[in-house]
């Protein structure tokens, strides 16, 4: 068993700093655990207290790179961590991202189960707040792409592809290059 940063190894379990329980063992992408001493991808730190703007920006990147497990980890983060109001808001975002997670791992029956939990608890939050789109998160749109997302992994029974797959949390910003305007008309 290796040693935790505290280089302690209390009863057999990787603890952390403070004596809690903690697996050290690396990670891959999607958050399964490898054999010690093996290479992962770096964990998404625990506790970490983020504004909103900052949880759905870090989230959105991790998801861009196929990581919905650390992602997850940014919206429990937020979850924990912010207002009692909003909560039910970040646990939804939370579910959808280990949805995500578990249909990119092959998962067919658990993955799509927890991508309509997390699509039925944010599009419930969203008319109990009247919000359907708070933090600029596009609420109807990713209720709708993760109802989707889960009867495709359901008819098809595959794994899919957690970058290739990944939604978009907010709209898509406007795109900036617009045809050039034509030139003005000949002068006689």
């Not at 008319?127 to 209720?143: F, H, N, T």
Request: proline residues 12%; glycine residues 12%.
């Amino acid at each position: 068993m290796a040693d935790t940063e505290a280089g302690e190894d209390i009863g057999g379990r990787d603890r952390d700093t403070e004596g809690r329980a903690r697996n050290a063992r690396p990670r891959d992408g999607l958050g399964r655990p490898l054999p010690y001493g093996a290479d992962g991808v770096e964990r998404q730190p625990e506790g970490v207290v983020r504004s909103p703007g900052e949880t759905v920006t870090e989230a959105q990147a991790l998801l861009d790179a196929g990581k919905p497990f650390h992602a997850h980890e940014v919206f429990e983060d937020a979850w924990k961590s912010g207002p009692d109001a909003e909560r039910e808001l970040w646990r939804g975002l939370a579910q959808i991202a280990v949805g995500l997670t578990h249909s990119a791992r092959g998962n067919t029956t658990g993955g799509p189960r927890l991508l309509r939990r997390g699509a039925a608890a944010v599009t419930a939050w969203s008319a109990e707040q009247s919000r359907p789109r708070p933090y600029d998160l596009d609420l109807p749109g990713l209720a709708t792409w993760a109802g989707e997302l889960a009867g495709r992994v359901e008819r098809t029974s595959t794994p899919i592809d957690a970058a290739t797959e990944s939604p978009r949390l907010t709209p898509a910003p406007p795109s900036t290059s617009r045809p050039p305007l034509p030139p003005p008309p000949a002068t006689p």
